[in-house]
């Protein structure tokens, strides 16, 4: 298996697995080191080096071309195995008032086809309770979210209010914002902006049901 990757590493990866579903190759060192603001070709170098090493990344056949490697076959060197995959965190409990991303909220990398959920996923979230079970997500399900700071009236969110995260609908409605639990033994949540500290984390894209 491969080894795990620091969040710059992961940020690269996920640039480089981007950059191949899009263009139909992964990037070279120069579009890489181009693209992510990187001053110097050794430092993108350094960083492709690394994930190399680690087992998420192998050279090409052409000089300076490279290999996505799924993590199920990334030590075996079969080039008929290869796939682009998306190399997502899992978040785990999250600190009060830490970013929800924090290399320490992390708990494992789970690689998921690209083309399974929209928009985009960046990472999972562990859903607790059962307060979205009329909608299908249940207690210990795997949430897919795609990252961004705002929403609209009636999506499902991952939400933190003061230093909890919360997965529920949202909902505007005489200039009142309200969280709505998917189960009716779960009242509505006012998020007064006056007196809490809110943020939308995500959008809800999508449930991986662990068997």
């Known amino acids: 298996m491969p080894e795990p990757l620091s969040l710059r590493q992961q940020h690269i990866l996920d640039f480089i697995a981007d950059w191949a579903a899009r263009e139909g190759r992964p990037p070279t060192l120069r579009e890489i080191a181009q693209q992510l603001g990187l001053r110097q070709h050794s430092s993108a170098q350094a960083h492709v080096e690394a994930l190399i090493r680690k087992g998420w990344l192998a050279r090409g056949t052409q000089h300076g071309s490279l290999r996505l490697l799924a993590p199920a076959t990334a030590d075996k060197g079969n080039a008929s195995n ?3 995959f998306l190399q997502l965190p899992l978040v785990g409990r999250v600190a009060a008032g830490a970013p929800i991303l924090s290399e320490g909220h992390i708990e494992a990398r789970y690689a998921i086809d690209p083309h399974l959920f929209r928009p985009r996923p960046h990472y999972l979230l562990r859903v607790q309770g059962d307060s979205m079970i009329d909608v299908g997500i249940h207690d210990g399900d795997l949430i897919a979210v795609h990252r961004t700071p705002t929403a609209l009236d009636g999506q499902i969110v991952v939400a933190r209010i003061d230093d909890e995260i ?17 189960n009716p033994a779960y009242p509505a949540i006012e998020v ?20």
């Open 82 to 84: 290869d796939a682009v």
């Open 192 to 211: 007064d902006a006056a007196r809490n500290d809110f943020a939308i984390e995500g959008l809800y894209v999508g449930v991986i049901r662990r068997i």
């Open 166 to 182: 919360t997965v529920k609908r949202l909902r505007y409605a005489d200039g009142r914002l309200r969280l709505i639990a998917e």
